[in-house]
Nanobody
Framework: VQLQASGGGLVHPGGSLRLSCEMS????????VGWFRQAPEKEREAVSC????????WYRDSVKERFTIFRDKAKNTVYLGMSGLKPEDTAVYYC????????????????WGTGTLVTVSS
């Protein structure tokens, strides 16, 4: 199983980015896939996730109405659309997968992907 994240970059406050998490090696949709982020000197926190088999989604409060998680099944990719970016969104974003029914929290994650740096600055 592999998760490959991409799409980070430098953006001005109020700008937009789309992160991609390309999945490979998953034998079923019995997972939730999503994103964590970690800012310097802060703990890793869950941002958003999607349950693959039914498409249900979750967002942390601080990103609701600004971020959207969605999937392209044909490309085996989960995306995180981010708009209205704020300096406090600056972090390394990691995609991750957890088996369905478990919390989307770092200690329960089954597979971690690579990270991609998002910097929001004027």
């Amino acid at each position: 199983v592999q998760l490959q994240a991409s799409g980070g970059g430098l953006v001005h406050p109020g700008g937009s980015l789309r992160l991609s998490c390309e999945m490979s090696g998953f034998g079923s949709d019995d997972y939730a896939v999503g994103w964590f982020r970690q800012a310097p000197e802060k703990e890793r926190e869950a941002v958003s996730c999607m349950t693959l088999y039914d498409g249900s989604t979750w967002y942390r409060d601080s990103v609701k109405e600004r971020f959207t998680i969605f999937r392209d099944k044909a490309k085996n990719t989960v995306y995180l659309g981010m708009s209205g970016l704020k300096p406090e969104d600056t972090a390394v974003y990691y995609c991750a997968a957890v088996r369905s029914g478990r919390y989307f929290a770092p200690k329960y994650i089954d597979y971690w992907g690579t990270g991609t740096l998002v910097t929001v600055s004027s």
